[in-house]
């Protein structure tokens, strides 16, 4: 991904993603992260501060991969470290993030995930994920047989369409893959299911959720970015698939979007 200086310039002073005032960005360059969550480290301090807060994370091997300014996806979030004094690392936080995201109910003793941002060379084990938060979903149910698990996370309408069967989403910054989308227009309920395997429970915290427990969701980049352009044809995404929404996608109006 190519940003321009005056987009990084334009992100680090303004911290909002300029289509939506619902994303929060505090990664000072622009970091890419994979899903893999290669630590899971414990918040050992919480100190609050003109609305905002120090998160001080516990975990002696994230101390020896990073550096000061470097960005890490803390429950998939993009942060950037702030100091480090092993075994700790210190992330400031500013109060829209806190707000609009999971780790305004964080507390001294939660484990999080944590994972480094890309760099050259490095493998794409899971999908590409920026460390920005579209949203919280809650989770609404478990489905357990054996071996075989699935959980189902309800989610607000700003994420419907965004969320297809087989695509991907990271759940507190875990690369996963849709198994199931539900949506019920007369109760508004909207949910998607995700089949977690054994090492992903036992490996991550996902394991620790409970029913109503909220969870950070970012939706995936290449999905996110053809909705948009579906949008400024005039698709609405929610009814994403219906005959007439299609027969309003033709060659005349990709064109006109310079697609053909």
Known sequence: MVVSAMGRMAMLVTGLRGDDSRYVQHCVVAAMFTGIIRYVGRVQSIRTHGGGARFVIEH?????????????????????????????????????????????????????HLETSLRVGDSIDGH???????????????????????????????????????????????????????HSGGTGQNRFGVAL?????????????????????????????????????GVPIHTLGGSSNVERVTMDALREEGFA
């Not at 990073?66 to 960005?71: P, R």
């Not at 149910?141 to 996370?153: E, I, L, M, N, R």
Request: include cysteine; charged fraction near 20%.
């Open 60 to 112: 002696s091997a994230l101390c020896g991969v990073v550096s000061l300014g470097d960005s890490v996806a803390v429950n998939g979030v993009c942060l950037t470290v702030a100091s480090i004094d092993a075994p700790n690392v210190s992330f400031d936080v500013v109060a829209e993030t806190l707000e609009r995201t999971t780790l305004g109910s964080l507390g001294n003793q939660q484990r999080v």
């Open 128 to 182: 590409f994920v920026q460390g920005h938060v579209d949203g919280m979903g809650k989770l609404s149910g478990k489905d357990v047989s054996g071996d075989d698990c699935v959980y189902w996370f309800e989610h607000g309408p700003e994420l419907t369409g965004l969320l297809p069967p087989k695509g991907s989403v990271a759940i507190d910054g875990v690369s996963l893959t849709i198994a199931r989308v539900e």
């Open 197 to 233: 395997i054994p090492t992903t429970l036992s490996e991550t915290t996902l394991g620790e959720r409970r029913i109503g427990d909220l969870v950070n969701l970012e939706t995936d980049i290449i999905t996110r970015t053809v909705a948009h352009q579906l949008k400024v044809l």
